[in-house]
């Protein structure tokens, strides 16, 4: 039976890979043919942009974390989420109306939920969805298009993703196949520890400040390599690269799918960035970048490896990304009829 990684190991295997990408990072960006000071200028604006960005969503989902912690038990997570997996899927995909957090805050939010054993498909569905099915989201995409197809489209393409993975992964996966022994709940049989091992003393509400700090400082490692890389990718493939080969029914949604991954913009203020693109890409285009993005981008992907074993975070890249890909390709044929 394979080991877990113990945290020691873990940690100096991310440090390894935090030196090596910026190594690497720093390599590239001065050999890509630009000014090197110029080039690691736009790199450094660009990586504190996104960081600056993400760091207080967070940050945000670290608290809730903690609030989860000590004010959740595993009986309320039991009585609330319906037992049968279709309906606990669909349930899942909802649940960002109870927690409204964007794509990096959910991540401990969704480990935390495991561990109080939350379902799998429950938290895959949650995870997903969440960053667009949330109040902040629905105020900013209506405010940037409106009440119309876009706002309409973007939250029932997220549903129907979502609770479509989610219900891949309660068919056909066991939880200690796809979840970090770290994510386990004990009542699963999982062996993972709790992120805080030492007893807080104080108020609750103090302790759950303790633990959501260490939720943030242990996914925080994440949030810096994912943003390390985004920057590095928004340095050397430029936006006019990707937008030249935009058009088309099938190639835009490729693009913008792209993009979406590429610049990681947080979920509450992509609306206003996707507004730009209107004029010149297509509606399922469009529609694309605002569902993958928010559940797939650079620097989710490297904290979704927190949580979860590295093949299903592949499962996690390439179910999406092919639903989005086939349900913007549709629309598009549909609007030239």
Known sequence: MKQPVQPDVRNALLMIALISVMIVGFSLVISSGQDPVIAL???STRFLGIFIEAAPFLLMG???SGLIEVYVSKEDI????PRHPVLGTVSGAFLGFAFPVCECGVVPVTRRLFMKGLPMSVGVAFLLAAPVMNPIVLVSTYIAFGMGPVLIGRFVITAIVAIAVGIVFALSARPQDVLLPVSFAPVTGG?????TDAPVRGSRFIRALSVGSNEFFDMGRYLVI???LAALMQTLVSQEQLLTVGSGVFVSVIVMQVLAFVLSVCSTVDSFLALSFVNTFTTG???SFLTFGPMIDVKSTIMFAGVFKRRTVLFLIVLPFLMTLLIGVWINLLMQY
């Open 41 to 43: 200028q736009t790199f």
């Open 62 to 64: 670290a608290f809730v």
């Open 78 to 81: 039991v009585r609330l989420i």
């Open 191 to 195: 062996s993972g520890t709790p992120i």
């Open 226 to 228: 994912g943003t390390l």
């Open 285 to 287: 285009s469009i529609l």
